[in-house]
């Protein structure tokens, strides 16, 4: 250990003879289950820290392997991968893609690793807790994860109880989107429940679900026709958290009658349904659904600008513009910086009965050259050849056909829009194309998912976040709405 501290420190200060601007620095790792401490050595570029990645593997007990084909280094620990791409602010971790702020680089032939992807992006892959604290550069690795142990529920006259057991007590939050859906928010958690979903089947709860969300666990619970209120606490020996659902409104917070969206089907998470097929024959209302949120930022658009902040606004701008223009219901998926999953976005938009499904995001590519407005729908099972990395989050489902009686439709208002940006701008940079993306394939409605433009492109880049080129895009969206209404309203009256 100490012959390799020597070693690293002289690779830094080497490093720093070459890197004139650079500074070094070293923060402690430390162990909270018996194995002692350890230090690390940074060096400080541009005001970003970074890490030798010979370091983070041995401190963290990685394995790693280089993936010539897609030019990432891999890191794996017990059985779990995430990826390193130098120069690119992007790590894949089981499938999923997550940013972060500043990318690998090597620096004088050695591959550093900022310090926001060991804080950051290692957590997803190592099974330990870990915190950093800033001011006493200590990077703590905690005892073992959080265990979801089991998965109970009781059914009673009036309201019906459902009991997460932990192994040990945790902070959680509870996110309302009533009266679909309640989301218990918990830290990243480990879980193998034989009863995952759990079907409970009574007035008030159809089903609870446990899934990972970027980094998070979230338990979903799929509210009942006769839900009125609810009310949640946590009980230690063992540690539980328990929710009580009612169907009467005395028994915690009741369900806001207001934003009752209509149901549809017999269930709401479109994982456990059959989609009924519906025929749209006009449009009476619209789901916009603005891409990531919460923890999940998408790509790094500036020092403190995300690519969810962007989908966001354009999102709030469209509902605006749709409803002024069209006269019609709009819903967003989410209406502040929340967590949400492919699953959830899906779910909430077939529970609202809109009549279309529009899915806002920012792309990005390997390649500088590559720009323009794209708008997606869902490949056809097998015959994806598509370069869009939000295609990595596609995991196969119960619903993989859900879509499929909408992809005419779905194309048809890709062509719409894609149609009304060429001729609003006179150009050819929009395009249709297909992509095995997940927010698309359970929705029961015409869905489109849309890219905005190219973050990795100069252009695009510059565009993207101006007032002007939002506007533009609100507009040729809402523009190929109309001429899809038009549509389907000529259609049906055939
Ligand atoms: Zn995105």
């Given at each position: 250990m100490v012959y390799t501290r020597l070693k690293l420190g002289i690779v830094l200060i080497l490093l720093l003879g070459f890197v004139p601007s650079s500074q070094a620095n070293t923060l402690e790792l430390v162990f909270e289950d018996g194995r002692s401490r350890n230090t690390l050595y940074t060096l400080s570029e541009g005001g970003v820290e970074y890490i030798p990645l010979n370091q983070v593997v041995q401190a963290f007990n990685l394995s790693r392997n280089w993936d010539s084909l897609n030019g990432m280094i891999l890191l794996s620990y017990r059985g779990r991968t995430a990826s390193i791409t130098p120069d690119q602010p992007i790590a894949i971790v089981e499938r999923r893609s997550y940013s972060f702020k500043n990318s690998p680089k090597y620096i004088e032939g050695i591959l550093m690793i900022p310090l926001d992807y060991v804080i950051n992006i290692l957590p997803l892959l190592y099974d330990k807790e870990m915190s950093w604290d800033s001011s006493r550069r200590v990077l703590r690795i905690g005892s073992s994860r959080i265990e979801i142990a089991s998965l109970q529920h009781a059914v009673y006259t009036d309201y019906t109880r459902i009991v997460i057991q932990t192994n040990k007590s945790i902070a959680y939050k509870v996110v309302e989107k009533l009266p679909a859906l309640l989301i218990l928010d918990l830290p990243e958690a480990s879980f193998i429940l034989p009863n995952n979903p759990l079907q409970v089947g009574s007035n008030v709860v159809k089903t609870v679900k446990v899934i990972n969300s970027y980094g998070t666990t979230q338990v979903l619970i799929n509210l009942g026709e006769q839900f009125a209120s609810y009310n949640h606490f946590a009980l230690n020996d063992p540690p539980r958290i328990v929710i009580d659902v009612y169907s009467t409104p005395g028994g915690g917070n009741t369900a806001r009658k207001e934003e009752k969206p209509p149901l549809v089907g017999e269930s709401l998470n479109p994982l456990d349904i059959l989609p009924k097929a519906r025929t749209p024959t006009t449009v009476r209302a619209v789901i916009i659904d603005p891409g990531h949120g919460g923890r999940d930022n998408g790509i790094a658009l500036g020092p403190d600008l995300w690519e969810k902040d962007i989908t966001l606004t354009v999102a709030q701008k469209l509902s605006e513009s749709i409803r002024r223009r069209l006269g019609v219901r709009v819903i967003l998926t989410?209406?502040?910086?929340e967590n949400l999953s492919p699953v959830e976005r899906t779910t909430l938009a077939n529970s609202t009965k809109a009549d279309l499904f529009i899915s806002l995001h920012v792309n990005n590519s390997f390649s500088p050259n590559t720009r323009g407005f794209e708008v997606y729908t869902l490949d056809a099972p097998g015959t994806s050849d598509n370069t869009n990395p939000e295609a990595l989050l596609v995991k196969a489902s119960a619903l993989d056909h859900a879509q499929e009686t909408y992809l005419d439709k779905s194309e048809r208002l890709a062509n719409y829009i894609v149609t009304a940006y060429n001729e609003e701008t006179k150009s050819k940079d929009a395009r249709s194309k297909r992509a095995p993306l997940l927010v698309l394939k359970g929705a029961i409605m015409p869905a489109v998912q849309i890219e905005m433009g190219y973050f990795s492109n100069p252009v695009d880049k510059e565009k993207i976040t101006q007032e002007d080129f939002q506007k533009l895009i609100v507009k040729v969206i809402t523009d190929g709405i109309i001429n899809f209404k038009r549509y389907l309203e000529q259609v049906s009256l055939n």
């Open positions: 989410r209406n502040a910086n």
